[in-house]
């Protein structure tokens, strides 16, 4: 894959590509996930020490409360298999 990791993408179509997810708050392993967590380490959430969280970008219900993405909608996707990227 040529994406950076760590990098969101507003995604159209129906499915999540592979090396991607979700942008809704899950949490992953650091273990599992290391090259990951040392770019965005706990600023979405987790404890840390075994995890972390993703950036939480569903969109509002009428309540103001997260709901997932509706069929045919754009949703927000982190690349999480991707190259790492390179600091100057």
Known sequence: MDEMLA?????A?????R???ECNGQTLLINNNAALFS?????YG???R???MLPDLRPLDEQGQKRPWNQGEPRS???VEG???VRD
Do not use: A, R
């Open 19 to 21: 090396g991607f997810m």
């Open 7 to 11: 990098v969101i993408k507003l995604f």
């Open 77 to 79: 996707l982190i690349c």
């Open 13 to 17: 179509g129906n499915f999540v590509p």
């Open 39 to 43: 770019l965005l380490g706990i600023s």
């Open 46 to 48: 987790g404890d840390g």
């Open 83 to 85: 190259i790492y990227p």
């Open 50 to 52: 075994q995890n972390f």
